[in-house]
């Protein structure tokens, strides 16, 4: 079925973070392939004017280094901004009139989640909402109840085909990779289960710590800022079953049946950490107990996972910045040869960022008399990055109608509910060096022998 693209693109959140760093440069990048004709109206409350928005707009795209004057030009003359408090209806009727003949506009609210009630029900008074999408920031909520009131919210005035609940991290190049790979190549499926493999790792490390957002981290801590979301969405990727059909709904149900199979976390096969010196930064109490690295063993309870266990790992101030699944696979029954263990076993390695590498680990002879062998790297896939943002793939997809990269209501809420046990009364955050791979006490997570898999710097040339 097609439905009509969006006629006009409104952002909530025009003057803060996540606009300059982000949307910005999506904007300049949608504008130059063409597919941004449409009035782009800022939404504010910082009492801006619109010269105000179109130079900090012009700051973005110099600071991110690509700015191509004459793409900017075209995107300024469309841009507008109204300004005003999100809780007066006066703010919606200044929005109705800047939509003019706008009749199907896109709504991004790049806001905290405590304000999408109050401007949905904006929206809605002003009739601006009629024919609409709106597409929401993460994180959705702060645990199972308040996701559910947030979709009660969203729900009172958009139905859910409307309703794009954003995750970057599924618009990557690397992550549709991965999802290609998996369902394109048959002969991945008679080893992809519990037979063939041991266990699966996903380790998300980043180089730098908090970078001023301390009082943003506070409010979430890693397990809510990226594990909920993007890394459970990696694995569900790397998990489920294939969709029986093309269409989003047929991708989104697999995915659903795969979330609501995983086991709520366990705090006993957990543990939090806090890198040493998080207490000084500016935004965070002294006595904070929130986590700037997490690392969790999660279950899969269906008949192709079942004992297998998923080893989930992300860190602020670890000694790398990269995300890096590993699909660890079984020995083989008898060493014929060598003695294999599970740490030189085969296996596939998914590099998802900076760099887009998959490759398989396999084992050959060593030259020479003796029947010994070494581990080699089979790369089947390497490149730098992709040409399309993953903001730009999003918010192209939104305005289109296309659901497929975006969270539905059921499966927000299944995520939540197997990260809820972590959030409430578990143990303080054990303190890790800044640059190390995380408390010590992070290896009692990872069971049998072959230990976290550290993501080393990627060679860039292909062999
Ligand atoms: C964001 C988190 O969602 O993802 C950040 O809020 C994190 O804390 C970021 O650093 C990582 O995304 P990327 O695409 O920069 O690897």
Known sequence: MTTPSSDAF????????????????????????????????GMGRSGWSVEKLRQRV??????????????????AARIQYVDGDYSEAATYEHLKKALGAAQR???????????????????????????????????????????????????????????????????????QNLQYFRFANAFLDPIWNRHYVDNIQITMAEKFGVQGRGAFYEEVGAIRDVVQNHLLQ??????????????????????LRLFRAMRPLDPKEAVRGQFRGYLEEEGVAGDSKVETFAAVRLHIDTWRWAGVPFYIRTGKNLPITATEVKIGLKCPPLATFDDISPATA?????????????????????PGDEMHGEPVELIARHQTRGDQEPYERLLHDAIEGDTSLFTRDDAVEAAWRVIDPMLGDVPPPEQYEPGSWGPEAANRVISGTQGWHDPKPEETTPC
């Open 10 to 41: 409104v952002f909530f959140g025009a003057t803060g973070d996540l606009a300059y760093k982000k949307i910005f440069p999506a904007l300049q990048a949608m504008t130059k392939r063409g597919e941004l004709e449409m009035p782009v109206i």
């Open 58 to 75: 012009h700051e973005s795209l110099e600071h991110n280094g690509d700015i191509d004057e004459e793409t900017f030009a075209r995107l």
């Open 105 to 175: 506009p896109l709504h991004y609210l790049a806001i905290p989640p405590s304000m999408f009630g109050t401007v949905v029900q904006g929206l809605a008074r002003a009739g601006c909402a009629k024919n609409a999408r709106v597409v929401v920031e993460k994180p959705f909520g702060r645990d199972l109840a308040s996701a559910q009131a947030l979709n009660r919210e969203l729900h009172e005035v958009f139905d859910e085909s409307a309703i794009f609940r954003i995750d970057h991290y599924l618009g990557k190049e690397a992550v």
């Open 234 to 255: 990696v694995i569900a990727l790397l998990a489920m079953d294939a969709p029986t059909g093309r269409d989003a709904e047929a991708m989104r149900a697999e995915k």
């Open 346 to 366: 085969n296996y596939f390695r998914f590099r998802l960022s900076p760099e887009v590498v998959i490759s398989t680990g396999a084992r050959v002879k060593r």
